[in-house]
C-alpha cells in the first residue's frame, strides 16, 4: 500500500482485512460487508434465504417475472444517479462503472428484470473479481419493489455466478445506521458479516 502512495501520492484505502504498521492512520473505524458464500448446492442456498425473502422471490416467481442480460447499461447507471439523490446517499461514480467495463468487458454483467409485458421492473449490475463478485448497483422502481424485483433479480444473478465457478458474493456495506432496511435484505440471503480493516490514510514514506 506504502508502494502504491509512492507512485500515485495521497491514497485513502479500506484494505480486506484488518492490517497496521508504519504508515497507515486509520482514519474511519472498520466496518462490515455481507458476504455471500455460493460453494453449497442451489438448493443448501435456497434453504438458507431468510423466511420473509424467500416469499418475495417465489411471488415475484409466481408473477411469472423474467430475467435478461442488459447490453446497454446507461439507463441503469442513470437510474442509480437518481436513486443516490433521492435516498441521501453517494457511491462510486458512473465513470467507474463505465472503466471496468471499458478495462473488463468480461469482468462486468448486467441484467434487467421485466414482467410477463415486457415491462422493465428492476436492473443490476456485478462486477467479476477472482474466484468472487460484487454486487455493484441495484434499482429497482416501485412497481419493482411490489413485486419482488429486486430479490429476483439477485437470486438469479447468484445462481449465474455459480455456475461460472464464483466462489462468493460481496453485496457490499451493511452498516445499519445508515440503511437499516439494505442491511436486511442483503443479510437476508444468508450472506454473513465479514469485517474489513479500518479506512486509512496511507503515507508514502
Known amino acids: 500500500?506504502?508502494?502504491?502512495?509512492r507512485r500515485v501520492g495521497v491514497v485513502i484505502a479500506t484494505p480486506e482485512r484488518a492490517v497496521g504498521g508504519f504508515g497507515l492512520i486509520p482514519l474511519i473505524?472498520?466496518?462490515?460487508?455481507?458476504?455471500?458464500?455460493?460453494s453449497p448446492a442451489e438448493q443448501d442456498l435456497r434453504a438458507g434465504l431468510a423466511?420473509?425473502?424467500?416469499?418475495?422471490?417465489?411471488a415475484a416467481e409466481r408473477a411469472g417475472l423474467r430475467q435478461r442480460v442488459e447490453r446497454k447499461i446507461d439507463w441503469i447507471l442513470r437510474a442509480d444517479l437518481a436513486?443516490?439523490?433521492?435516498?441521501?446517499?453517494?457511491?462510486?461514480?458512473?465513470?467507474?462503472?463505465?472503466a471496468w467495463a471499458k478495462c473488463a468487458p468480461d469482468g462486468l454483467r448486467a441484467w434487467r428484470v421485466e414482467d410477463?409485458?415486457?415491462?422493465?421492473?428492476a436492473g443490476l449490475v456485478v462486477l467479476?473479481?477472482?474466484?468472487?463478485?460484487?454486487?455493484?448497483?441495484?434499482?429497482?422502481?416501485a412497481q419493482g419493489r411490489r413485486v419482488g424485483a429486486h430479490n429476483f433479480g439477485l437470486w438469479h444473478a447468484a445462481l449465474w455466478l455459480r455456475r461460472k465457478g464464483g466462489a462468493c458474493f460481496d453485496l457490499g456495506d451493511i452498516n445499519s445506521e445508515d440503511g437499516a432496511g439494505r442491511m436486511h435484505f442483503k443479510l437476508g440471503t444468508g450472506a454473513q458479516p465479514h469485517p474489513l480493516g479500518a479506512t486509512a490514510w496511507v503515507v508514502p514514506n
Open 128 to 141: 467479476r473479481h477472482g474466484a468472487g463478485a460484487s454486487y455493484h448497483i441495484g434499482w429497482s422502481g
Open 116 to 121: 410477463r409485458d415486457g415491462q422493465r421492473l
Open 1 to 5: 500500500m506504502r508502494r502504491l502512495a
Open 51 to 58: 423466511g420473509k425473502w424467500r416469499n418475495r422471490l417465489v
Open 83 to 98: 436513486q443516490q439523490a433521492a435516498r441521501g446517499y453517494r457511491a462510486l461514480p458512473a465513470s467507474f462503472t463505465q
Open 29 to 38: 473505524s472498520p466496518r462490515h460487508h455481507a458476504i455471500w458464500s455460493l
